[in-house]
């Protein structure tokens, strides 16, 4: 089991930035690849980044690349999402994801990650 807690969300101005972060807790945190996704009020849950177990891979959605970037530290089992230049579209409850490295998956598919955190809120207004 793996245990995730994000925090760092909040209410910004567009043009403004964030700095996410995902604690997790429980089996070793280098079995993991691990996902952001964002999901906003009526829409579906999408991709946003991954990055690897151990940090030399990342990948992002194309509406954020060169914005974000995610990033991890293994010896304090986090994950982090730096979000910059942020626009009004990007308002959505920010989910973080661990997907078990050993097995074969896909970074965009919500369904090829095992676990979940609870989400934490960004607002991005106009």
């Known amino acids: 089991q793996v245990q995730l807690v994000e925090s760092g969300g909040g209410l910004v101005q567009a043009g403004d930035s964030l700095r996410l972060a995902c604690a997790a807790s429980?089996?070793?945190?280098?079995?993991?690849?691990m996902g952001w996704f964002r999901q906003a009020p009526g829409k579906e849950r999408e991709f946003v980044a991954a990055?690897?177990?151990?940090?030399?891979?990342?990948d992002y959605a194309d509406s954020v690349k060169g914005r974000f970037t995610i990033s991890r530290d293994n010896a304090k089992k986090m994950v982090y999402l730096q979000l910059n230049s942020l626009k009004p579209e990007d308002t959505a409850v920010y989910l973080c994801a661990a997907r078990n490295r050993y097995y074969s998956g896909s970074n965009y598919l919500d369904a090829d990650y095992d676990y979940w955190g609870q989400g934490t809120q960004v607002i991005v207004s106009s």
């Open positions: 990055i690897n177990w151990s940090g030399d891979s990342t």
């Open positions: 429980g089996r070793p945190f280098e079995t993991y690849n």
